[in-house]
């Protein structure tokens, strides 16, 4: 009975939260911005990217692109990318592996998941639809779907966007990148070793219905926060698949982080007249406890009109509470600094 009252009080706090005018568009930006900030091989641009993630050590950060590009395709460049403090790249890996590197997480043992979503590329069949598992070294581990066949099954993904590792070593996975229909709108639940356990969602505006689920992270509690996109809303869940709330005041998100104080990082790149009407884009900043947005880093050439992406569309914090933004329109990394 306490449970269910209080999911009641949290739902309502979140709803007035999100409704009381467009207050999240003004809230304070107590950061600057680091331009330039990671140094690429000579000759190297950055590509699209949205896949940026901290190492373990809280220092060193893990970045995939789409190899100067919107995509890896008949690149020999490497998408993933590990930088230091200092913005020193550190090692790469993964050429001729994937397509279109997407989300990125950095599990309990340091491995490195990529989800390779193929999303707009132009690409031919056999490429794509899956999720690699690497060491900190490069060494491919264990992947999830089947290489270049899209589908719904147990072992089949269509653009999937991004994946995380709880604390038990189960696997979940956003699964449906928009796109052309058929599209999958559903959360997988995976064992340590693969083995599908659950999946649930379907098309749709309703509480565990998704449109273009696009983000994963969790918090301290082992709750599971998905960025449902298309629905300009965050969904929560337990691991179980139930739902437990849904909150809009964090706009419109492309990529999610909660850190180890359970501050969440929310990057907003597509809101604008278009699409979330009358709010802004960029990186919006709270508290998983009450939901109340306390920061907002706006997209610093904002364009209401444009329907594609602009802003950061992944986003991470590193140990010292600075802040990675990555570009897929801009083709950029930023790094946040408080003032």
Known sequence: MLKTV??????????????????????????????????????????????????????????????????????????????????????????????????????????????????????????????????????????????????????????????????????????????????????????????????????????GQFNDPHALAMDSKGRLFVGDRGNSRIQIFDQDGNHLASWTQFGRPSGLYIDKNDVLYSADSESGTRRNAGWKRGIRIGSVTDGVVTAFIPDPEPDPDNAGTSAAEGVAVDAEGNIYGAEVGPRALKKYIRK
């Not at 809230?27 to 949205?50: C, D, M």
């Not at 590990?82 to 790249?89: A, E, H, M, S, V």
């Not at 490069?138 to 779907?145: F, Y």
């Open 6 to 207: 209080a999911r009641v009080i949290t739902c309502i706090a979140a709803m007035f939260v999100g409704t009381i005018g467009y207050t999240q568009n003004d809230a304070p930006n107590p950061y600057e911005t680091v331009e330039g900030w990671a140094k690429l091989p000579e000759g190297r641009t950055w590509g699209a990217t949205s896949a940026v993630y901290p190492a373990n050590d809280g220092k060193h950060i893990w970045v995939a692109d789409r190899c100067g590009a919107n995509s890896c395709l008949d690149s020999d460049l490497d998408p993933v990318m590990l930088f230091d403090t200092d913005g020193n790249l550190v090692k790469s890996f993964g050429a001729g592996l994937m397509v279109w590197p997407h989300g990125i997480h950095v599990d309990p043992d340091d491995n490195v998941w990529v989800a390779d979503a193929v999303g707009y590329a132009p690409v031919p069949d056999g490429v794509g639809h899956r999720i690699y598992k690497f060491s900190p070294d490069g060494e491919l581990l264990m992947t999830l779907g089947s290489e270049g066949e899209a589908g719904e099954g147990k072992n089949t993904f269509r653009k999937p966007s991004d994946m995380l590792v709880a604390p038990n070593g189960d696997i979940f996975v956003v699964d449906g990148h928009n796109g052309s229909p058929p599209r999958n709108n559903r959360v997988v639940k995976f064992s340590s070793d693969g083995t599908f356990i659950k999946a649930w969602g379907v098309a749709g505006a309703e509480d």
